[in-house]
């Protein structure tokens, strides 16, 4: 299955507005009374504002001509009141709509989040780590900026326009059409701009995306930068990163703002309209000042809304763009499904078992091809073969990292998809190449993922280490289990790390443990101690062994060769060997 989210088709990488927005709302479905309470406030706060110019035009006929200047301060009185409340409900609904945009953004963070721990390492593997973090942080703040700062202010807008618009056709039917006309104009030039707008905006958002991805990338690897001494093939990489940003920030800016001018230009062509054929109006005695005041506001307020929308709609349409970024990845399933039925199968015993067996990559070519072997409880089996020969890929669908293109892989008898991940991680244990640790203490790294020892205190665990005749491997930590540990690796060496790996697979006690090179990076004398107690194992762990260093495998059970999409029992030590020589040589 593709996952690489920059090569989806155009057809899943687009999504209409009418869906986005009912994709969005049902983010926010659970805020629908704070929604409400805001839209109460937005609609109060809208007549308000619409009322005004009536009142002024009926002040200027009925008190300013006539010099009736008490009528003109009560009028001013209760201009005051409504404006002073106007300002409260403004206030109320920015209040929240802020609170909703944050949860908004708490939510959708969740969200983005727990379907990436859902989505298998091959999504992970066929994506820029720096990327997806530009979708988890930035694109969903995009969205967030618009719930928080611009939705009421949209709703508000249109709700003013729209009250602006009947008082201007109530007025005078025929001077109002004259006066929308223009609004028609904008409707049509909005249409039109809008999908180009999106495309700027979600082009600049995938090169931000990219951007961080480099960023992060060159910063993972700025030890073999400096090794090499290539700081200009650091800066070059992101220069080019950073040009190809400013060039799309640059479109996306031209294109956010190219609706403010044009709106701006067609509403001074609409008070122009107002002007000219009001004073005709007047002129003919069908209109009167006060009216043409109104009149005049009434356009105002029709206008600078919809130069407000110009900027709001900018808003909606990046907000459209970020969320085309994220739903991309709520929309991915994982390939790795659990089945419900666990009925074990007859023609397999305890212990695990490949049957007919074929592997490929995401668009890559078969790299196992009708596999079949058995892995038998309590013993040792070691992987060998060259470089690229699969052994790895091999350990993995041992342990369900991938599941197979063909062929099922069976734990205990059973199909292996039939347990759940939680039941599979406590019978599997992984070793990786590069043991992965976290910020925080050699405690924290072993207990991770061990629910059966968190909530042990450093003496109970090391009591449980000691049982596990790991205390050896723990004393070469000179703060022992409260020694720091940062996810980048620069307090402990390579060995440690891989040591730290080792004791924290073995304290799961699993049925089967996997180790994939786990003795690449440390010493003679702590890799015999390593062999020793994997003999101390209990005796029904299977070992599954990948090692290039052949005496690792010495004690093996059973050796299989692995090349060429085979794996191949290979018999005696020397017999492996003599493979592992033809296959290099082949090779």
């Given at each position: 299955m593709n996952y690489n989210i920059n090569q989806l088709s155009g057809q899943q990488q687009k999504t209409s507005s009418l869906k986005a927005v009912k994709k969005l709302y049902s983010l926010i479905a659970h805020e629908k009374r704070n929604l409400i309470i805001a839209l109460i406030a937005i609609l109060v706060n809208s007549s308000l504002q619409l009322v005004g110019p009536l009142l002024i035009g009926h002040a200027v006929d009925a008190y300013v001509t006539t010099k009736q200047y008490n009528g003109v301060l009560m009028i001013g009185g209760i201009l005051l009141a409504m404006y002073l409340l106007a300002l409260g409900t403004s206030y109320m609904q920015t209040k929240l709509m802020g609170s909703v945009g944050q949860r908004t953004l708490f939510t959708l963070r969740n969200a983005l989040f727990n379907k990436l721990q859902e989505l298998p390492i091959a999504f992970f593997n066929q994506n820029k780590a720096g990327d997806l973090i530009s979708r988890l942080n930035n694109d969903t703040d995009k969205i967030n900026q618009f719930f928080s700062q611009s939705l009421m202010q949209f709703i508000g807008s249109i709700v003013t326009m729209t009250g602006a618009g009947v008082f201007l056709l109530a007025i005078n039917i025929e001077l109002g059409a004259a006066t929308l006309l223009p609004a028609l104009l904008i409707l049509i030039f909005t249409m039109m701009v809008s999908p180009w707008v999106k495309r700027k905006n979600a082009t600049n958002l995938k090169s931000v995306?990219?951007?961080?991805?480099?960023?992060?990338?060159?910063?993972?690897?700025?030890?073999?930068?400096?090794?090499?001494?290539?700081?200009?093939?650091?800066?070059?990489?992101?220069?080019?990163?950073?040009?190809?940003?400013?060039?799309?920030?640059?479109?996306?800016?031209?294109?956010?703002?190219?609706?403010?001018?044009?709106?701006?230009?067609?509403?001074?062509?609409?008070?122009?309209?107002?002007?000219?054929?009001?004073?005709?109006?007047?002129?003919?005695?069908?209109?009167?000042?006060?009216?043409?005041?109104?009149?005049?506001?009434?356009?105002?307020?029709?206008?600078?809304?919809?130069?407000?929308?110009?900027?709001?709609?900018?808003?909606?349409?990046?907000?459209?763009?970020?969320?085309?970024?994220?739903?991309?990845?709520?929309?991915?399933?994982?390939?790795?499904?659990?089945?419900?039925?666990?009925?074990?199968?007859?023609?397999?015993?305890?212990?695990?078992?490949?049957?007919?067996?074929?592997?490929?990559?995401?668009?890559?070519?078969?790299?196992?091809?009708?596999?079949?072997?058995?892995?038998?409880?309590?013993?040792?089996?070691?992987?060998?073969?060259?470089?690229?020969?699969g052994k790895t890929t091999t350990a993995s669908l041992i342990a369900r990292l991938y599941d197979p293109t063909h062929g099922t892989v069976f734990l205990n008898g059973r199909d292996i998809r039939?347990?759940?991940?939680?039941?599979?991680?406590?019978?599997?244990?992984?070793?990786?190449?590069?043991?992965?640790?976290?910020?925080?203490?050699?405690?924290?790294?072993?207990?991770?993922?061990?629910?059966?020892?968190?909530?042990?205190?450093?003496?109970?665990?090391?009591?449980?280490?000691?049982?596990?005749?790991?205390?050896?491997l723990l004393s070469v930590f000179e703060q022992g289990l409260d020694t720091p540990v940062s996810a980048s690796g620069e307090s402990i060496s390579l060995g440690q790390k891989q040591l730290i790996a080792f004791m924290r697979a073995v304290l799961r006690n699993p049925e089967i443990l996997i180790l994939d090179e786990a003795s690449a990076n440390i010493d003679t004398v702590t890799e015999h101690l390593l062999t020793e107690i994997l003999d101390q194992l209990p005796e029904q762990t299977t070992r599954v062994i990948i090692a290039h260093r052949l005496n690792t495998i010495e004690k093996a059970d059973e050796i299989f060769f692995v090349n060429s999409g085979n794996v191949i029992p290979a018999g005696s030590l020397d017999h492996a060997v003599e493979m592992l020589m033809q296959g290099k040589r082949a090779s």
């Open positions: 995306g990219s951007m961080s991805a480099e960023i992060q990338e060159s910063l993972n690897n700025f030890r073999v930068i400096i090794a090499f001494n290539r700081r200009d093939y650091f800066l070059k990489r992101f220069n080019d990163a950073n040009h190809q940003n400013y060039n799309t920030a640059i479109g996306a800016g031209m294109a956010n703002n190219v609706f403010l001018p044009v709106y701006g230009l067609f509403s001074s062509l609409a008070q122009l309209i107002v002007l000219a054929l009001g004073i005709y109006l007047i002129s003919t005695g069908s209109f009167t000042i006060g009216l043409l005041v109104s009149y005049l506001a009434y356009a105002v307020n029709f206008y600078n809304p919809l130069r407000q929308l110009a900027a709001l709609w900018t808003s909606f349409q990046v907000a459209m763009a970020g969320w085309d970024r994220i739903s991309q990845i709520l929309s991915l399933q994982s390939n790795l499904t659990d089945r419900s039925t666990g009925e074990t199968t007859a023609l397999h015993k305890p212990g695990l078992a490949f049957q007919n067996v074929s592997f490929a990559y995401p668009n890559g070519s078969e790299i196992l091809h009708h596999v079949s072997f058995d892995l038998l409880p309590g013993k040792t089996y070691a992987l060998v073969g060259p470089t690229g020969g039939t347990y759940s991940a939680e039941e599979r991680a406590k019978k599997i244990s992984f070793i990786l190449q590069e043991p992965i640790l976290f910020t925080g203490t050699v405690k924290d790294n072993l207990l991770y993922g061990n629910e059966q020892l968190l909530k042990y205190n450093n003496e109970e665990l090391e009591e449980v280490i000691k049982e596990s005749h790991l205390q050896k």
